[in-house]
C-alpha cells in the first residue's frame, strides 16, 4: 500500500516544492501522510470487518446505476494514476542506461508488469516480497542521497511550521496532496487484508484491526520519509543555489555538478525505477479488484 504514496506522480511534485520553496511544504507532506493513514485505517477495517473489499461494499449497497457510475469513475481514477507511474518508470530507464528511448521504456514498463502479475500465481506473499525489496531499494538510496546532500536539520524543522510563502506555494501543496492521496489504494488495501489468516471472533478481529494500523503506519511513515527525503534533496541541491527544477530528467542532470557526486544521480535513477514499477505492480492489482468487485 505504501508504494502508491511514493509513486513517481509525488517525485514531480516534490521536486517542484523543494526547488521553488526550500523546506516550507514539508508539514503538506506530514498533514497528507496522516490524512493517508485515516483513509487507510478505515478500508482495512472494512476488509477485516466485513470480509469485504470497497468494490463489493459498494456493489451491495448502492442501485445498479450508481455502481455503473462508481465503476466508471474508479477506472479513470486507476489510468490517471498508471500513467503517472508508467511513464516515470519509462523516463528512469533511459536515465539509467542513454541508448534507451522513452517510448522503449514504456514498453519494457508494461511488458515487466505482466510478468510480475504472474508472480501471484506463486502466491500473493511472493508478490508482496518482490514488492517491499523495492520499497527497500528507494529506501536506501534516498538515505544515501541524503547523507552526500547534507541537509540543514534546523531548516528542515522549520518546515514542519504550517504556512504558505505566497500563492504559488499553495498550488505546489494542492499537487503534493493530490499525488499522496491515491484512490485506488482504498480499494487495494481493503481487498489485501483479507488474505490473512484470522479467527472471525470479536477479540481476534479487534487484534487484526490493531496489527494492520500498525503495519499501516510503519509503510506509510516509510513513503512519508521517500517524499521528504525527495523534497529536502531538491532544496538543499536547488533551493539554495536558486535553480528551479520542474522536470524529473533536469533534477537527474543538476545533481552530479551541484552535489559534486556521481553518486547521486545514479542512486536517483534506480530509486525512480523502483518506484515506477512497484506502483505499476500494485496499480494494475488495484484495478483487478475494482473490476472483480463491480462488475
Known amino acids: 500500500i505504501s508504494v502508491g504514496y511514493m509513486d513517481p506522480g509525488n517525485w514531480a511534485t516534490d521536486l517542484q516544492g523543494g526547488s521553488k520553496f526550500g523546506y516550507t511544504l514539508i508539514w503538506v507532506l506530514l498533514m497528507s501522510n496522516l490524512m493517508a493513514l485515516l483513509l487507510q485505517g478505515l478500508s482495512a477495517r472494512l476488509g477485516i470487518v466485513r470480509g469485504r ?11 445498479r446505476f450508481l455502481n455503473f457510475i462508481l465503476y466508471v469513475l474508479a477506472e479513470i481514477a486507476i489510468a490517471a494514476c498508471d500513467l503517472a507511474e508508467v511513464v516515470g518508470m519509462a523516463i528512469g530507464i533511459p536515465l539509467l542506461f542513454p541508448g534507451i528511448s522513452i517510448l522503449m521504456g514504456v514498453c519494457i514498463t508494461v511488458l515487466d508488469s505482466f510478468v510480475l502479475l504472474f508472480l ?10 518482490f514488492i517491499i525489496s523495492l520499497v527497500g531499494i528507494i529506501g ?12 540543514d536539520v534546523l531548516e528542515i524543522s522549520k518546515g514542519l511550521i504550517p504556512g504558505f510563502t505566497n500563492e504559488n506555494a499553495l498550488y505546489i501543496a494542492i499537487g503534493i496532496i493530490g499525488a499522496t492521496v491515491m484512490p485506488h489504494n482504498l480499494y487495494l488495501h481493503s481487498s489485501l487484508v483479507q488474505t490473512r489468516q484470522f479467527e472471525r471472533s ?11 494500523i500498525i503495519d499501516s503506519a510503519v509503510a506509510l511513515n516509510l513513503a512519508l520519509f521517500v517524499n521528504a527525503a525527495i523534497l529536502i534533496i531538491a532544496a538543499t541541491t536547488f533551493f539554495n543555489t536558486g535553480v528551479e527544477v520542474s522536470e524529473i530528467q533536469d533534477a537527474h542532470k543538476m545533481m552530479a555538478p551541484m552535489l559534486g557526486s556521481t553518486l547521486a544521480p545514479l542512486l536517483f535513477a534506480i530509486a ?8 505499476t505492480v500494485t496499480g494494475t492489482l488495484a484495478g483487478q479488484v475494482i473490476m472483480e468487485g463491480y462488475l
Do not use: W
Open 53 to 63: 473489499d470497497l468494490a463489493q461494499a459498494n456493489r451491495e449497497t448502492y442501485p
Open 120 to 129: 501471484l500465481n506463486a502466491g500473493i506473499r511472493k508478490l508482496e516480497a
Open 140 to 151: 536506501v538510496s534516498f538515505f544515501i542521497q541524503l547523507l552526500i546532500a547534507k541537509p
Open 202 to 212: 470479536p477479540k481476534e478481529i479487534k487484534k487484526a484491526i490493531r496489527f494492520n
Open 272 to 279: 525512480l525505477i523502483a518506484a515506477g514499477q512497484s506502483s
